[in-house]
């Protein structure tokens, strides 16, 4: 929620106040605040399915997201770079 009330604050200050410039929307909306809800809830799943005694499923979560993650990203460039 804290993620979602900054996000729309940024975006306030940037589109109706003009408080903040096209390229320091995109690096507090995208880059800061993108991770730090995205991240958090990855963190909060990883934990959560320690503590409920899946260790392996967790280990599998992590290894899926930090590896084919990037993979399908680098895949997704490589197709749209192609003319």
Known sequence: MLGCLLFGLVWALAEERRLLTPTQRLWLTA???GGFTTFSSF??????MVRQGQATRAGVHVLV???????AVLLGYHLGERP
Request: hydrophobic share 30%; aromatic share 12%.
């Open 31 to 33: 880059g800061f605040l």
């Open 43 to 48: 963190g909060y799943e990883t934990i959560e």
């Open 65 to 71: 997201q930090n590896t084919l993650g990037p993979l």
